[in-house]
Nanobody
Framework: QVQLVESGGGLVQAGGSLRLSCVVS????????IGWYRQAPGKQRELVAR???????NYANSMKGRFTISRDNAKNTVYLQMSSLKPEDTAIYYC???????????????WGQGTQVTVSS
């Protein structure tokens, strides 16, 4: 059973920083590509950043230069370092895993429960 557990959310003032973590279990970590998404009240869930199995990254335009996604394969963990936070970054942040089998074929997607990030002005 693939499980994703996010942590690191909280309340921070505008201009501050937070680091979110997503720990993945139940799957060989090298077979997992991870995305961070967020959903603000009344809005659709949107992509924040993704990191592939080979550590290639891509970011939503509004996060470029402020957010950094990384992975630690020894710890089965993906991080999202967020800096220069703005009130509009307030949302629930979710970790998403796309899992591939030993042949590189997509085998499913899984979500974590989310972690709340609140940025005060």
């Amino acid at each position: 059973q693939v499980q994703l557990v996010e942590s690191g959310g909280g309340l921070v003032q505008a201009g501050g920083s937070l680091r979110l973590s997503c720990v993945v279990s139940g799957i060989t970590f090298s077979r997992v590509a991870i995305g961070w998404y967020r959903q603000a009240p009344g809005k659709q869930r949107e992509l924040v950043a993704r990191i592939g199995r080979n550590s290639t990254t891509n970011y939503a335009n509004s996060m470029k230069g402020r957010f950094t996604i990384s992975r630690d394969n020894a710890k089965n963990t993906v991080y999202l370092q967020m800096s220069s936070l703005k009130p509009e970054d307030t949302a629930i942040y979710y970790c998403n895993a796309n899992v591939y089998n030993a042949f590189g074929i997509w085998a499913g997607a899984f979500w974590g429960q989310g972690t709340q990030v609140t940025v005060s002005s």
